[in-house]
């Protein structure tokens, strides 16, 4: 959101948002929501209008993108964390978003990624994993630990390894080089960041 009511601030402010304009990227992704589904933040229209005024303007960057694609964000699990101290909703997360994301992009005709539940069991979605459990993925229930990150790289280099290859009309070059990494990674937990630029690189050459 462009004027959120809580202390992450606007995606229109940030450093990244003026770099993505200067990098002459061939493919942009987006992601946003899990912060804008806090209470105090949450409004459907204003959601759905900036998300769609930032896909247009990384539309008409010049040169213009081979492809952008949006990506529905991971659905949170219902922990104290989340719901109580972060303030986020997790029902806005699993629902509203998802619908959101998928309109601005079959209006807009870019691509959509889903990692919705990725990280959740299909048979009760609600499930919080706990720690050493196979499937946890969160110390808090929103941010993804490195073994998740490797499992969100990974999805996400399954569905534009295909796109890639056939746009660019050639075989995609795989690289042990990130493209692009945090300068400093938090060294909080749980991380916002991988705690090393290894697990992404590490997951796409996987693909």
């Known amino acids: 959101m462009r004027e959120p009511k809580t202390h992450e601030g606007s995606i229109f402010h940030t450093r990244k948002y003026w770099d993505v ?33 930032l896909a247009d303007e990384m539309s008409s960057l010049d040169p213009k993108p081979k492809g952008i694609f949006l990506l529905i964000p991971p659905r949170l699990e219902p922990t104290e964390q989340v719901v109580a101290q972060m303030k986020m909703q997790p029902n806005v997360v699993a629902y509203d978003i998802p619908r959101i994301v998928r309109s601005i992009a079959d209006n807009k005709g870019m691509g959509l990624i889903n990692l919705s539940m990725i990280y959740q069991d299909p048979l009760d979605p609600d499930r919080v994993f706990a720690k050493g459990e196979k499937g946890f993925w969160s110390g808090d229930g929103c941010h993804p630990n490195d073994e998740a990150y490797q499992i969100m790289a990974k999805e996400i280099a399954d569905h534009l390894t295909p796109f890639l290859a056939q746009n660019d009309n050639k075989e995609v070059v795989k690289t042990d080089e990130p493209s692009k990494q945090p300068s400093q990674v938090p060294v909080s937990r749980p991380s916002i960041y991988p705690t090393s630029p290894d697990i992404i690189t590490s997951a796409i050459a996987d693909v």
């Open 21 to 53: 304009k200067t990098w002459k990227a061939d493919y942009i992704l987006i992601m946003l929501g899990t912060n804008d589904s806090k209470e105090d933040n949450w409004d459907p229209s204003l959601y759905e209008n900036d998300l769609g005024d």
